[in-house]
């Protein structure tokens, strides 16, 4: 949001942040866990504990669904139109790849 609006239209994002800081601070399981766990799931560099696998479970969530929910929902970002026309910007080819596909870019 820092890179489109003002800092005072956004501000309730930082607040309602910094509250959520403050409760997962206070919770007990979190202040079980070492530091620098703690530290990477304040900045949202990690954002499961254990696993998924282990969150489904805690969740008492059927794993082979969610696995296909979050198939089925996460192809759709990654097969946008966006996609599809940087097939054709860079003349992707599986024969004979172009020198887009060979430098990865």
Do not use: C
Request: no cysteine; aromatic share 16%; charged share 30%.
């Amino acid at each position: 949001m820092r890179g489109f609006r003002d800092e005072k239209q956004y501000e309730e994002f930082v607040g309602g942040r910094a509250e959520l800081e403050e409760a997962l601070r206070g919770n007990s399981y979190f202040k079980s866990l070492q530091k620098e766990q703690q530290d990477r799931l304040l900045t949202g560099e990690h954002f499961y504990v254990g696993s998924v696998r282990r969150a489904v479970q805690d969740a008492a969530w059927n794993f082979d669904k969610y696995i296909a929910l979050y198939s089925y929902f996460s192809s759709h970002a990654h097969s946008a139109p966006m996609s599809f026309s940087r097939f054709r910007k860079h003349d992707v080819d599986f024969g004979k790849p172009s020198g887009a596909q060979k430098s990865g870019r």
